[in-house]
């Protein structure tokens, strides 16, 4: 009896210290992993296309917009330097859960030879929000193997095993600055995406041909991937998203080379990098070499819903009782986006945000405005109206200097210009007048007096006098772009870069 009592009471001993243990990584851990996966798992069975990645992906693909757009109920699992591998594992996770009837894999590290990144942190954004399973554990044994292996620190990947099973190993020393709401939960309130707000010159680039032969764990866990995916009736598709390409590590020799791999299962490749009718890099880069802001975001986005819904019937749910949380997070998101505006302090991402699909835009320049005199003021003037359309099995666009939706507003004038950007449809439309004059909107009427310089919008729910202050270069007001509603409107000064 008194040795059963031991047994018990060990037992007992060691459940709570496991429980214990989990709830202080819980409290403890930074909260960006789980607020990555949490929305995944409440949508869990709702699901119908999983994307997987690296930061490209994380950026650059945004599922709210196919949700508004398309109906499409998709997540974004992209992470930052998240390797092929680790995509592998990640999904297997995924899987435990969710049942997506495509995924989307982009392979721009699959010339990464180690299963795992240098930076031990982004390994734990990637698996810390999943539960503690026997999935995880095996994905853990099998990605940390090696004792070869270090992160940036020098830690041996096998000898933290042990703060990944419990990150309270890892996170513990947060506890001197821990306060209420550093404990909370946070909650990724974009389906997984993240929107890059800024504006820059790319880095100059050259497309290549050639292959590289496959070699290194990319490759290998990519065939697992898809034979998983396979396996278990799951569509597969490829991509390697696009970005002014440095060519640093021969990137483009083994993304290349994943088109022999993709032929050879029967699935599609998108290389977006050899796509440059997608996105047009002197509007919609980030960064000079590797990411796309917003506006190239929204672009691969909305490339990505249309294809999907075409070449793999992915179902519409607008409209179902179920996905009725869908459209409430949509609003949210769309706030989100109009804080982002509001906040946004250079001319350049202001106007690089106005090219958001989800509002209609009206623009008012006077006639001496900067942003006349600014190169790279004009395209984004232009981005803001730019549209595409899908055309058979091609996508049927120029994103560059060849593709000026405006005619009136971009040049030189005596008077001011108004412009209206109507997203009512599939594909923006653009009506523009100077001087005096009245443009059409499905809402009511915008009128421009070239005197003032001022734009009146009236419409049935809602109407103001947009107005562009002492030494304003533009105005704009956004607006919803079914109530024709001003959301929010703005007067600013383009400052000229040195």
């Known amino acids: 009896m008194n040795r059963f009592k031991g047994i018990l009471t060990g037992t007992l001993f060691f459940v709570i210290l496991i429980a214990l243990l989990a709830g202080l990584s819980s409290l403890f851990e930074y909260k960006e992993s789980r607020a990555k996966t949490a929305p995944l798992l409440e949508r869990a069975g709702q699901l119908d296309v999983l994307f997987l990645g690296d930061s490209h992906a994380y950026s650059d693909i945004y599922p709210f917009e196919l949700w508004d757009r398309y109906g499409i109920a998709a997540y974004n699992m992209g992470n930052y330097n998240t390797t092929v591998p680790l995509s592998y594992w990640m999904l297997r996770n995924v899987l435990d859960t969710c049942s997506p009837k495509v995924v989307v894999v982009d392979v721009n590290l699959i010339w990464e030879q180690a299963k795992l990144p240098g930076n031990s942190s982004d390994v734990h954004l990637s698996l810390d929000g999943f539960p503690l399973t026997l999935t995880k554990l ?276 005596d008077t001011a210009c108004l412009a209206f950007v109507d997203r009512t449809g599939p594909v923006p439309s653009v009506q523009e007048c100077t001087g005096s004059g009245t443009l059409s909107a499905p809402f009511g009427i915008i009128s421009l007096d070239g005197s003032s310089p001022s734009a009146e919008i009236r419409g049935t729910q809602d109407s103001t006098t947009l107005t562009l202050e002492a030494g304003a270069d533009i105005a704009a007001a956004v607006l919803d772009r079914e109530t024709g509603q001003v959301l929010y409107e703005r007067s600013l000064i383009y400052t000229l870069p040195q």
Request: hydrophobic content about 35%; glycine content about 4%.
């Open 138 to 413: 095996d994905a853990l044994f099998d990605l940390m193997d090696d004792p070869a292996v270090t992160d940036n620190d020098g830690n041996a990947y096998p000898d933290l095993i042990p703060e990944f099973i419990f990150p309270f190993i890892k996170y513990h020393a947060r506890w001197s600055g821990l306060t209420s709401d550093r404990a909370k939960s946070a909650y990724n309130r974009e389906l997984g995406g993240e929107r890059n707000l800024d504006v820059v010159v790319p880095s100059p680039y050259e497309l290549i041909s050639d292959a590289a032969p496959e070699q290194g764990f990319g490759f290998v866990y990519l065939r697992r991937l898809i034979q998983l995916c396979q396996e278990k009736g799951i569509r597969v598709m490829l991509i390697n998203l696009p970005y002014p390409s440095r060519n640093e590590h021969d990137e483009q020799l083994y993304t290349n080379a994943v088109q022999y791999l993709a032929d050879e299962y029967g699935i599609e490749y998108i290389d977006f990098v050899y796509l440059d009718q997608i996105v047009d890099y002197s509007t919609d880069c980030y960064d000079p070499d590797s990411h796309m802001n917003s506006s190239g975001a929204w672009k691969v986005t909305d490339f990505l819903g249309q294809h999907l819904r075409e070449m793999y019937a992915v179902p519409d749910h607008r409209g179902e009782a179920a996905y009725t949380r869908w459209n409430s997070d949509y609003a949210i998101y769309c706030q989100d986006k109009l804080q982002s505006l509001r906040e946004a302090e250079d001319p350049r991402i202001f106007l690089m945000l106005l090219s958001d699909p989800s509002f209609s835009t009206v623009l008012l320049v006077p006639k001496d405005s900067a942003v006349r005199r600014d190169p790279l003021g004009m395209q984004l003037l232009q981005n803001i109206g730019r549209r595409h359309l899908m055309a058979a099995d091609m996508y049927d666009a120029v994103w560059s200097d060849s593709l000026m939706p405006f005619e009136q507003i971009t040049q030189p004038a």
